[in-house]
């Protein structure tokens, strides 16, 4: 059975941080781009990091470029994301998802894709506030 399963949300003071994780099973994460998505209340789900399949290389939007970190350990069959210097505006419930495909974030087209092979978990929430 195919799981993505997100842990490490909560309640953090804004300058704060956080680490997510997200533990995968029923398939091999090293066959797989791996992302980080969130969603705030009345806003369209956003991409906030990913690492291609292939070269591991990254990308952040400019949103938390510099304070977000995506990494993954293939062997644990773990992806996380190390969140610094929190401010209410990253507060959402936060998505672990992967693709078969080479990368999620498409540069030419400003685009995040998670196709028909790739799954996402349950998400789990981070609330940044005083």
């Known amino acids: 059975q195919v799981q993505l399963v997100e842990s490490g949300g909560g309640l953090v003071q804004p300058g704060g941080s956080l680490r997510l994780s997200c533990a995968a099973s029923?398939?091999?994460?090293?066959?797989?781009?791996i992302a980080w998505f969130r969603q705030a209340p009345g806003k369209d789900r956003e991409g906030v990091s990913c690492m291609s399949r292939s070269d591991g290389s990254t990308y952040y939007p400019d949103s938390v470029k510099g304070r977000f970190t995506i990494s993954r350990d293939n062997g644990k069959n773990m992806v996380y994301l190390q969140m610094n210097s929190l401010k209410p505006e990253d507060t959402a419930v936060y998505y672990c998802?992967?693709?078969?495909?080479?990368?999620?974030?498409?540069?030419?087209?400003?685009?995040?894709?998670?196709?028909?092979?790739?799954?996402w978990g349950q998400g789990t929430q981070v609330t940044v506030s005083s």
């Open positions: 998802a992967v693709d078969r495909g080479g990368d999620i974030y498409y540069s030419d087209y400003d685009s995040w894709f998670i196709g028909p092979l790739g799954y």
């Open positions: 029923g398939f091999t994460l090293d066959d797989y781009a």
